[in-house]
């Protein structure tokens, strides 16, 4: 399993980003795949699911509404977009195959600042 991801800056409160994670290895298509998130000072915490198949998608509370996941089995890649960052959404978001992050990549950093 190989994840990378990108698309991770500093932006504004209120602001948006669409992260990227560009997956090798495995046979992307049949993964359910996963976002999770690091804050300063915090443990991994799991930010949305897309399933394989019918790709059904779920959240959690916190950015429900302002955030998308989506996937594009043709290009191996999954995503996420944020909409409507704030301030508390700052942290090193990772893909990965399990909700625990599991074959996570390096990350990239999202700063929420003004």
């Known amino acids: 399993v190989q994840l990378v991801e990108s698309g991770g800056g500093l932006v504004q409160p209120g602001g948006s980003l669409r992260l990227s994670c560009a997956a090798s290895g495995f046979t992307f298509i049949y993964y359910t795949m996963f976002w999770v998130r690091q804050a300063p000072g915090q443990g991994l915490e799991w930010v949305s699911t897309?399933?394989?198949?019918?790709?059904?998608?779920y959240y959690t509370d916190s950015v429900k509404g302002r955030f998308t996941i989506s996937r594009d089995n043709a290009k191996n890649t999954l995503y996420l977009h944020m909409n409507s960052l704030k301030i508390e959404d700052t942290a090193v978001y990772y893909c990965?195959?399990?909700?625990?992050?599991?074959?996570r990549g390096q990350g990239t950093q999202v700063t929420v600042s003004s």
């Open positions: 897309i399933t394989s198949g019918p790709g059904t998608t």
């Open positions: 990965a195959i399990d909700a625990t992050g599991k074959g």
